[in-house]
């Protein structure tokens, strides 16, 4: 219930924090998570009007780019990544999170920031 809910984060940023809190309790919900998430459908079902708008003339092309900080958390050293994706001209996809490993260069803290955003672009051409 949660993963198809994903996908709407992008088009909807004012319910992304509650739908990725609730994807945190998916491996042992509760009854409170289920009526979270109830409540999530019962808003995006008023709102099944919205969303993002593609023309038959206007692109489709999937375009990506990622950048990190080398060692930007400075309490453990850790770098952030941070990615984006656009389909034609509109915004679908990003991210910003701490990287889980320790970089000791800037280029791998890149390196780590792009295989990131490149598994996201393989997922997303899978859904295309």
Known sequence: MIGSLMYLTASRPNIMFFTCL??????????SNVSAVKR???????TADLGLWYPKDTGFELTAFSDADHAGFILYRK??????QFLGDKLVS????KQLCVSTSTVEAEYVAAASCCSQVLWMRTQL
């Open 22 to 31: 609730c994807a945190r309790y998916q491996g042992s919900p509760k009854e």
């Open 40 to 46: 999530i459908f019962r808003y995006l079902k008023g």
């Open 79 to 84: 770098s952030t990544s941070g990615h984006i």
């Open 94 to 97: 990003w991210a910003s999170k």
